[in-house]
C-alpha cells in the first residue's frame, strides 16, 4: 500500500511553460485535493474532487487545472506557469476522517 | 473571512520538557479539528483530532485541547523528544470535506 505518491519531487520550469503535476493514491478514497504551501504560511486549498469526474476549486484556483478521470489520480495542470506560482506543492486524498499527504512537488518557476 | 490562525511562529523547548502548541479559530461552528505535523522535505502528517462534542482528547504522548467558549485549541507533547522537532499545524475542517490550515509553529528541541 503506498498511500499517495506524487511526481515529479522537484521541477523548475521558465516562465509561460506548461507542466502536470502526478497525484495517485491506492486507498480507494473518493476525496482527493492539492494545496500549495508557500514559506511562512500554511497550506492553501487550489481544487479539489470528492469523486470520478467531479472537481471543484478551493481558497486558489487562478492558474491551475484539474480533472479525475478515475479514482486514483488526481493531476494538476499549470497551462502557463509564473513566478508566483513557485512552490511546494501537496496532493491529499481523505477517507476514514482522515487525509493523507503525499511527499510533496518542489516546484520553481523562473 | 473565517480562518483559523496559531499564536506563535516558533517555539524551542529542552529536551524532555513538555511543549504546548497554540492554535485560535474564528468559525463558532467549526466541529472538527486536527493537528498535523510535518518534518523538514516531507507531507503533514495526522497526529490527533477532536470534535466539538469534546473538550480533551489524549494519544500517545499528545493531548489536544479544546475551548469553545474562547475558540482556541492547543496542543501538548509530554517528554519532547528530537524526534519532535517539527513544524506543527492545526486545521479545521469546513464542510464534509474541506480542510483549511493555520499558518503553523516550529517547535525546535534543545538538547
Known amino acids: 500500500n503506498a498511500g499517495v505518491t506524487q511526481t515529479p519531487k522537484f521541477q523548475v520550469l521558465k516562465t509561460g511553460q506548461s507542466m502536470t503535476l502526478q497525484c495517485a493514491q491506492d486507498?480507494?478514497?473518493?476525496?482527493m485535493s492539492w494545496y500549495r504551501q508557500d514559506p511562512g504560511m500554511g497550506l492553501r486549498l487550489i481544487h479539489y474532487s470528492v469523486g470520478a469526474g467531479i472537481t471543484d476549486q478551493g481558497e486558489v484556483p487562478n492558474g491551475y487545472n484539474v480533472s479525475r478521470s478515475t479514482t486514483e489520480d488526481f493531476p494538476l495542470r499549470l497551462l502557463s506557469a509564473a513566478p508566483s506560482q513557485t512552490s511546494v506543492y501537496f496532493c491529499?486524498?481523505?477517507?476514514?476522517?482522515?487525509?493523507?499527504f503525499g511527499p510533496g512537488t518542489r516546484l520553481t518557476v523562473l | 473571512g473565517e480562518s483559523v490562525g496559531l499564536h506563535l511562529p516558533t517555539l524551542s523547548v529542552q529536551e524532555g520538557d513538555n511543549s504546548i502548541i497554540n492554535c485560535a479559530y474564528s468559525?463558532?461552528?467549526?466541529?472538527?479539528f486536527i493537528w498535523y505535523k510535518q518534518e523538514s522535505g516531507k507531507g503533514p502528517q495526522f497526529i490527533i483530532d477532536i470534535r466539538s462534542n469534546m473538550d480533551k482528547r489524549q494519544g500517545q504522548r499528545v493531548t489536544v485541547l479544546l475551548n469553545k467558549t474562547v475558540k482556541h485549541l492547543s496542543l501538548q507533547i509530554a517528554a519532547t523528544q528530537p524526534g519532535d522537532s517539527a513544524v506543527y499545524f492545526c486545521a479545521e475542517l469546513q464542510g464534509a470535506q474541506k480542510l483549511v490550515f493555520g499558518q503553523g509553529t516550529r517547535l525546535t528541541i534543545n538538547p
Open positions: 486507498m480507494n478514497h473518493e476525496y
Open positions: 468559525n463558532s461552528a467549526s466541529d472538527y
Open positions: 491529499a486524498s481523505r477517507g476514514s476522517g482522515r487525509s493523507f
